[in-house]
């Protein structure tokens, strides 16, 4: 409840000053009316007293939703509550100056972190793109913190694909170059296997393009064991033949067909 301020002689010395400035009365009747002039200060002073309380009102009201609304940021953003337990001892004009300060260093941070967040959606974009994967799922009321948490748990996964993606697209690389130089075959005009040859494994990491890859180094190796089976039985007509032509012959060749064959295969296969 609002004291009632008290009325001293300086007050009604002021006010006896402005009624004989502006009504014209001299000393003796404003003796004659001292108490309509004390009914009157007192009047003016519970106006502006009733001015001020509720000025007062309205500024704790106000402060009191601005506090809330400070709240309800952080609880939407996940940042942990900052105001200090001595909030509730300070004035009213520091309270408004404090709550103030505490918006604007969140207008600051929460700029932060909406711009990490918007870098992090990037990455991730261009991670997805990359694999061929889909982009993490959004939470309507997730906090931005949380959010941020999920999203770099899921750029980290990604990039653990990405790096096991790449050790299996090189593998492949060898594979490729020692199939194709077994084989002595150039390889498939596939705009992939071409990317793959130049080494350009960023582009060959998408799950259509590892399926692919794998797809026509099957085909290799079947035709790499068809041949391997085709030189087997070579070598194993030949060696009868020269187990044949080594009984009719007292001086063999010091060289069997086996050894000549399976040094010879690309010329062997040719013919």
Known sequence: MTEILPIDSLMIDRWTNQWMKQLGFNHEQLLKRNTKVEQFSRFVLDRIQTKKSIDITKREQLLLETLREYEHRLSRTGFENDIREEFENMKLKQKELYIEKRHQELDLKEEKYIKELDQLFQNERSLC??????QMEII???????????????????NKIKTERLT??????TRLNDLCNRLDVKPDNLSIICQLIDEKYESCLTTDSLDQIESFLNKLECKSEEQEKYVNTLVGTLEKLYAKLAR????????????ILRHNT????KQ
């Open 168 to 173: 299996t697209i090189k593998s492949y690389r």
């Open 140 to 158: 309507t009321d997730e906090t931005l913190v949380k959010r941020i948490e999920r999203l770099q748990d899921y750029i980290n996964t990604l």
């Open 129 to 134: 793109q990359i694999l061929t994967v889909t």
């Open 266 to 269: 690309a010329e062997t296969v």
């Open 248 to 259: 009719d012959d007292a001086s063999p060749p010091k060289r069997s067909a086996a050894y």
